[in-house]
């Protein structure tokens, strides 16, 4: 027997008495059954012209007073909007945005205006965090048990704004939003297995980024190593598409995108291969192509401190919208902390430009697809 097959089995035998009870179905509802008031303003209800019959949003706000920030599901959805930070505009654009300072997710200090890709549609008897609700890599020991083997997402969006003003400019992540991203599921019975698999890290987050004094910004995408947290070689690995990557402080010129200028992302995930496409008018397109079941990188070489592995045995999902790259924390250093000013008033922090916005004009989930050759 072959040393590979062996580990397989191993890694199934381990991965058994987890993903097999993640995968059954059980009555009842996610743990936040009640959901906040939602508009019927139909002619503001993003569900009116996109197909969300597959998502739920997270908003940047607490209307039902729970403490926790508002996720509205896959029902409600359907006759959703938000005023200020999920809604259709006068173009038929669906518009996200996000303060700087807001209420977020318990696990985050970004504030995000963002839809959750939800495979189960509206069926609550398939728990969010179930193999059922996400997609798996073909090479994925259990992988006939997920809702998908991978998936496509397909979006045209343009970048309306993003913040103005940051303590710590030359963190990488100032005046960025990430528009687009796969999450694999953070599980702890994963991490106690000491797998290394289970931490929640992203194969690839689609960033937009610049800078106050420039007249262009920069597209990119990063790819985070699948380390745990405490590891010093967990970081992203940043590709570019137009203009620089987020170290980088010159101005992009003529290769960057302005803001409110559309551009269009695909990501293709067949079997274990992601493949990426980046479009814009005028622009050439851009491509590429990654192995998510080994440590090849994104350029064909070997990465010796990514997990050898890579993604393999994750669960996955789709999210997209308004992930504000402004942390709500102020600690200097690294690359996360921008320390964006922001009041927390939503009038009185878009006059000073605190926050950012994101309207797509397309967005679409389908099955994978093998690349024409």
């Given amino acids: 027997m072959k040393i590979a097959h062996i580990k397989k089995i191993v890694l199934y035998s381990a991965l058994l008495p987890l993903t097999g009870s993640l995968i059954m179905a059980c009555s ?3 743990s936040a059954n009640s959901q906040p008031s939602v508009m019927t303003n139909q002619a503001n209800v993003p569900a009116t012209k996109f197909d969300l019959s597959h998502w739920k949003i997270t908003v940047p706000v607490d209307l039902d007073n729970n403490g926790k920030i508002d996720e509205i599901s896959v029902k409600d959805i359907q006759n959703y909007a938000h005023p200020d930070f ?7 654009g669906m518009v996200f945005a ?15 205006s963002e839809l959750r890709q ?4 509206s069926n609550t008897k398939i728990k969010t965090k179930y193999a059922g609700n996400n997609f798996a890599l073909a090479a994925h020991p259990l992988a006939e048990r997920f809702g998908a083997i991978g998936g496509k997402l397909d979006a045209t969006l343009k970048v309306d704004h993003v913040a103005l003003r940051a303590k710590n400019p030359n963190t990488p992540a100032a005046f960025s939003v990430v528009v687009g991203q796969i999450h694999a599921l953070k599980d702890e019975a994963l991490i106690a297995k000491n797998l290394g698999f289970g931490w929640g890290n992203e194969p690839i987050k689609i960033y937009y980024k610049k800078w106050p004094n420039h007249e262009k910004g920069s597209v990119f995408w990063n790819y985070e190593r699948n380390l745990p947290k405490t590891d010093p070689n967990r970081t992203d690995i940043a590709y570019p598409v137009w203009g620089n990557t987020w170290e980088n402080r010159n101005e992009p010129g003529d290769a960057g995108i302005s803001l409110g200028e559309e551009f269009s992302y695909t990501i293709n995930v067949h079997e274990n291969i992601m ?6 008018a005028g622009k050439k397109e851009v491509n590429y192509s ?9 350029y064909g070489k070997v990465d010796d401190k990514d997990h050898r592995m890579g993604y393999l045995a994750d669960f996955h999902y789709f999210k997209a919208g308004a992930y504000n790259q402004c942390s709500t924390k102020d600690e200097a250093g690294g690359l996360w902390y921008a320390g964006c000013l922001g009041t927390g008033d939503w009038p009185t922090d878009k006059k000073n430009g605190d926050y950012t916005q994101v309207t797509f004009s397309q967005l679409t989930l389908s099955p994978s697809q093998a690349p024409a050759n």
């Fill in 290 to 298: 990654i192995n998510l079941a080994n440590n090849v990188d994104a």
């Fill in 118 to 121: 939800m495979i189960r549609g």
């Fill in 275 to 280: 493949h990426l496409t980046f479009s814009a």
């Fill in 98 to 112: 996000a303060p700087n300072k807001a209420i977020t997710t318990a696990s985050s200090s970004n504030t995000r």
């Fill in 86 to 92: 999920f809604y259709l505009d006068n173009n038929g």
């Fill in 28 to 30: 009842g509802t996610d």
